[in-house]
């Protein structure tokens, strides 16, 4: 029974290209409306602040870890290799802290750890709480979490993101090294495979899918739009990288203006970006969501109308 009734919705489906590129352009500017509202803003500072607070002292129980069972340079020069989906103008600060923590001494390096992991804790835990609340704030969730179920879904949310970049990077360096180690050469002509900025994508698609569909509203989201939403989000994190490396080296020389702090200031600028590109993600989500049930409800209404009578 399902084959037909799949095949009977898909003759009914309206195939006019005019029509797709109209409901297209009309979704994509509902969420541009969405994402563009008056206080999304102070959400995008507060991911942003929270995110850059995290992200050293993440760097630092990295190497201090990595230091208990290798080389914490072989920890520099692998999560180095990673830099390079952050733009130049704000590489340079991420290259220097991995420089410095790696040739640090071992007890002060656990020692900082201790101290970092708290930091980072705080400030990550922050940080996808504020996350969470602009997307609920975006989605209009109007069932609320309470103040301990939302602190808990932020809470796992962070670390389900921690065990997902583990798994993921583990996968990632395992295949290169031991495509170094064993000369192993199968993919030859395809690298896009080895590629950061492949593992970078699929990444984030696949978390910020799963994000939006059970994180960013107490009723699980279609799937079809989190998965939708989430590959909106990887591609528009990866071109804001792209395009903030070209917009502080080809348009503007923020080192003029900013001097010293011009490197934190493109940190910054590439951090909202990106925390932009994640909340439009969800946006986009829920406006596919809500086109979906649209299209759903008069097919609904049209099955139940010709359902047979009970007992017939």
């Known amino acids: 029974m399902a084959a037909p009734r799949l095949f009977e919705r898909l003759r009914a489906m309206d195939w006019d290209p005019i029509h797709w590129l109209r409901l297209s352009a009309r979704t994509l500017g509902k969420a541009l409306t969405r994402l563009w509202g008056r206080d999304v803003m102070l959400y995008v500072g507060g991911v942003s602040?929270?995110?850059?607070?995290?992200?050293?002292?993440?760097?630092?129980?990295l190497i201090a870890g990595y230091s208990l069972l290798s080389d914490p340079g072989q920890?520099?020069?692998?999560?180095?290799?990673?830099?390079?989906?952050?733009?130049?103008?704000?590489?340079?600060i991420f290259q220097q802290e991995l420089i410095r923590l790696a040739h640090a001494p071992h007890v002060a390096m656990s020692t900082q750890s201790a101290f970092a992991l708290l930091i980072g804790v705080y400030a990550a835990h922050r940080g996808f709480k504020a996350m969470l609340a602009g997307l609920s704030f975006i989605h209009e969730e109007e069932n609320q979490r309470g103040f301990f179920a939302f602190n808990l879904m932020a809470l796992f949310v962070l670390i389900a993101t921690l065990v997902m970049m583990v798994a993921v990077s583990a996968i990632f360096f395992g295949l290169r090294i031991m495509g170094s180690a064993f000369d192993l050469r199968p993919l030859r002509g395809v690298s896009w495979l080895l590629s950061e900025w492949t593992w970078a994508s699929l990444g984030m698609t696949a978390?910020?899918?799963?994000?939006?569909?059970?994180?960013?509203?107490?009723?699980?989201?279609?799937?079809?739009?989190?998965?939708?939403?989430?590959?909106?989000?990887?591609?528009?994190?990866?071109?804001?990288?792209?395009?903030?490396?070209?917009?502080?080296?080809?348009?503007?020389?923020l080192g003029a203006t900013y001097g010293s702090i011009a490197t934190v200031v493109v940190f910054l600028i590439w951090l909202s970006w990106?925390?932009?590109?994640?909340?439009?993600?969800?946006?986009?989500?829920?406006?596919?969501?809500?086109?979906?049930?649209?299209?759903?409800?008069?097919?609904?209404?049209?099955?139940?109308?010709?359902?047979?009578?009970?007992?017939s």
């Open 207 to 253: 978390g910020m899918s799963l994000i939006y569909r059970w994180a960013m509203s107490r009723q699980p989201v279609d799937w079809r739009a989190s998965m939708l939403g989430g590959a909106s989000a990887a591609m528009l994190c990866l071109f804001a990288s792209w395009a903030t490396g070209l917009y502080v080296t080809q348009l503007a020389n």
């Open 274 to 311: 990106n925390v932009n590109a994640i909340f439009f993600g969800g946006a986009l989500a829920t406006e596919v969501e809500l086109v979906i049930d649209a299209n759903a409800r008069p097919q609904l209404l049209t099955d139940q109308s010709g359902a047979s009578p009970p007992g």
């Open 49 to 61: 602040f929270f995110s850059m607070l995290a992200i050293f002292p993440a760097l630092a129980i």
């Open 75 to 92: 920890a520099a020069t692998e999560a180095e290799s990673l830099s390079v989906l952050i733009p130049v103008g704000a590489r340079d």
